[in-house]
């Protein structure tokens, strides 16, 4: 029942930014900077506060293995996208590609964990989550543009949810207490992570054609990305 009270949550919040997207004209700069704040700001402090619990053993353990899950998908995304998407043209081969490296997980992954298995669900996502990172800003980027390898690097250190994974690790492993008002503030916007995020992707969704979703690439990926891959 409240994996069904999720999903209703998430199309009602969707809906609603659908409708603000139609209704109030929401520009693509204004969505554009919505995400900035939800990357810069709400996610990060949605990272930091699932890290606010105490260290322990079983905990290292279990959050090690999830890295080593994730770096292993990873890697495994990479391949594969060397073999399903043949036939299709460039561009579109692109996009397929590297949605298939860095998938809406990173947006809205954070926020169902987080519903559904609470604060140890938002630590594990956290930390599932770096390696996607990382590729977002290597081997993501390059389908794109030409950059160095000093760029990556550069970016991925600046880049806030990595940063934020850094501090939340500070924070539990020395058992950092944050002062009353800054753990409020921070709780507060993570609070604000599912209705920021899921608003942000109906308001993304207003300005598609909608029959462009049934186009039969965009099915053939969302097989391949949706049932095919989470089977494997």
């Known amino acids: 029942m409240e994996a069904i009270n999720l999903q209703l949550q998430i199309f009602t919040l969707t809906a609603i930014g659908f409708c603000l997207g139609k209704k109030v004209g929401i520009?693509?700069?204004?969505?554009?900077q919505l995400t900035n704040i939800m990357f810069g700001v709400i996610l990060p402090c949605n990272i930091i506060s699932s890290f606010q619990i105490e260290m322990t053993t079983s905990i290292l353990i279990q959050t090690s293995l999830a890295l080593i899950f994730a770096c292993f998908s990873q890697l495994f995304y990479i391949f594969i996208n060397k073999f399903i998407y043949k036939g299709f043209d460039q561009s579109k081969q692109t996009c397929m590609k590297y949605a298939t490296i860095c998938s809406n997980a990173g947006f809205i992954?954070?926020?169902i964990a987080g519903v559904m298995f609470g604060q140890t669900g938002l630590l594990f996502m956290s930390i599932a989550l770096i390696p996607q990172r990382i590729a977002m800003w290597s081997s993501g980027i390059s389908m794109f543009t030409q950059t160095s390898k000093k760029e990556v690097i550069k970016k991925l250190i600046k880049y806030p949810c990595i940063?934020?994974?850094?501090?939340?690790?500070?924070?539990?492993?020395?058992?950092?207490?944050?002062?009353?008002?800054?753990?409020?503030?921070?709780?507060?916007l993570s609070g604000a992570t599912t209705s920021f995020s899921m608003m942000i992707i109906g308001m993304l969704l207003s300005d598609v054609?909608?029959?462009l979703i049934f186009d039969k690439d965009a099915v053939y990926y969302s097989f391949i990305r949706l049932i095919v891959i989470p089977a494997l």
């Open 27 to 32: 520009s693509k700069e204004t969505i554009s």
């Open 109 to 111: 992954g954070l926020p």
């Open 163 to 188: 940063i934020a994974v850094e501090i939340g690790f500070v924070i539990m492993i020395f058992n950092i207490q944050l002062p009353v008002f800054l753990n409020n503030t921070v709780r507060g």
């Open 209 to 211: 054609d909608l029959k």
